[in-house]
């Protein structure tokens, strides 16, 4: 049975599983509103920061100790009280888009899922959630691979999106109460077409202050899309999203309805993209693109790669202003031509 998400956290089923169920939206609860934009509030000023280092050629560099590291905060050096190396296990949200675009493609998908669940570490805890015209919690986190790849194997496809949705439940009601290092896995086209109350710009807040690395696989459907709109096949009623060997089908637009809807797919698919890159970018996580399926499984093992190759440092700001200025951060190690990847800053606490 397929179980979907409820903004009624701690529910526990007497199975064991929590399931999120969409509430009206006046019963969800909504970050504190605030005027800057993507606001990160930080406890006691605790700034976490997940790191990776690579030699010039591209290799991670996954020995290294607290002393080879330096954190510097708008060019003033900061005290690393807290550090993780890279075996230290992850909480991982697995979230998959399961909407009408993946008709066809579903059980490929599900193996390239299971592959990279088999990648990561033997100690990480991962959640399967799926989304389409709702929002499914497949499984909640858990160290038992068997369980994990049953998880995927349920997921089904449905219709429309819920893409905001389900990355606002994943967040708030799951990574946020996670003690461990945090990631999201998001595979998607970036294109939310159904989500009752949540908005882009509400994830990206969220993100930021649920401390979770998000690496979203950016999958183009636009291709899907322009077959759905050139109509049915003549001489029966076959799925336009796949070709009919000896059949074109029947596109009954004019000109500038082709033009038109060309013009709004092409937007819809730069704004999903870039939806994405935000969300990569706001978090310290890494954009990867598939363009086909044969390029999926190639997208999930580089994340999987980079997941064992992350350290965590953590430092309490020696800036003590609540200013909610953004603050620049740089990563440093004591070692030449080493190239380090963090993310750039982060917003300080408010008043």
Excluded: C, W
């Excluded at 294109?191 to 696989?217: G, M, Q, R």
Aim: proline content about 5%.
């Amino acid at each position: 049975m397929r179980l979907k998400h409820s903004l009624v956290s701690g529910l526990l089923l007497a199975v064991g599983v929590l399931a999120l169920r969409a509430l009206p939206q006046q019963d969800k609860p909504k970050p504190p509103k605030s005027e800057e934009p993507y606001t990160l509030q930080v406890d006691v000023d605790l700034v976490n920061l997940a790191v990776a280092v690579a030699s010039p050629s591209g290799n991670y560099l996954t020995d290294l100790k607290k002393e080879n590291f330096r954190i510097y905060e708008d060019k003033v050096e900061q005290q690393i009280t807290h550090f993780s190396p890279v075996d230290a296990p992850f909480a991982v949200a697995l979230v998959l888009d399961t909407s009408g675009s993946t008709e066809g493609r579903l059980a490929r998908m599900q193996d390239e899922a299971i592959h990279f669940v088999q990648q990561i570490h033997p100690d990480d805890e991962v959640m399967v959630v799926s989304f389409d015209d709702e929002v499914h919690l497949e499984t909640d986190f858990t160290s038992n691979r068997r369980a994990v790849e049953r998880a995927i194997k349920r997921t089904r496809t449905g219709q429309s999106t819920q893409l905001y949705e389900a990355v606002y439940l994943a967040l708030e009601e799951k990574l946020k109460k996670k003690r461990e290092r945090k990631a999201m896995v998001l595979f998607t086209d970036g294109v939310d077409t159904s989500s009752p109350t949540a908005s882009a710009k509400e994830t990206i807040e969220t993100a930021k202050e649920t401390d979770a690395l998000i690496f979203p696989i950016f999958f183009d459907t636009s291709r899907d899309m322009r077959r759905l709109s050139r109509g049915p096949y003549p001489g029966g009623s076959g799925n336009p999203r796949f070709p009919v060997p000896g059949r074109v089908p029947v596109d009954t637009r004019s000109p500038r309805q082709r033009d038109d809807d060309e013009r709004q797919l092409e937007m819809e698919s730069h704004r999903g993209r870039g939806y994405l890159h935000d969300l990569a970018e706001a978090t310290g996580g890494t954009l990867y693109a598939a363009d086909d399926l044969d390029s999926l499984g190639g997208a999930f093992s580089k994340i999987a790669t980079e997941l064992r190759s992350l350290y965590n440092l953590g430092y309490i700001s020696t800036n003590q202003k609540k200013d909610g200025k953004f603050r620049k951060l740089a990563v440093k190690v004591d070692l030449p031509n080493a190239v380090v990847k963090a993310k750039k800053g982060y917003y300080g606490r408010k008043k």
